[in-house]
């Protein structure tokens, strides 16, 4: 069973910036690829990030340039640093983790919201 617990998140001004964190509670933290989510409200979760245990990145293009995640395998945690804040950054955000072969994600955390104001 893997067990996936956010913190970091909170009320920030336009143009600040967060560091979220994600505990992982798992056997081999680094059989799994893990990536960010968001879901503002109203909206569909979307993809944020995504990090394999290699350490290679990908962000979606909303996010590119002002987030970046990062992981150290050694202490089963996954981050994401977010800068330059904006409204459109408001949502709770999930970390979630899956191994490479599986096409879905599989554990997820419970969320920590996030709240940019103007």
């Known amino acids: 069973q893997v067990e996936l617990a956010e913190s970091g998140g909170g009320l920030v001004q336009a143009g600040g910036s967060l560091r979220l964190s994600c505990v992982v509670y798992a056997r081999t933290f680094s059989d799994y690829v893990m990536a960010w989510f968001r879901q503002a409200p109203g909206q569909q979760r979307e993809w944020v990030a995504v990090i394999t245990s290699g350490h290679s990145t990908n962000y979606a293009d909303y996010v590119k340039g002002r987030f970046t995640v990062s992981r150290d395998n050694a202490k089963s945690m996954l981050y994401l640093q977010m800068n330059d804040l904006n409204g459109e950054d408001t949502a709770v955000y999930y970390c979630?983790?899956?191994?490479?072969?599986?096409?879905?994600?599989?554990?997820w955390g419970q969320g920590t919201q996030v709240t940019v104001s103007s």
């Open positions: 979630a983790a899956k191994r490479i072969y599986i096409n879905d994600y599989e554990y």
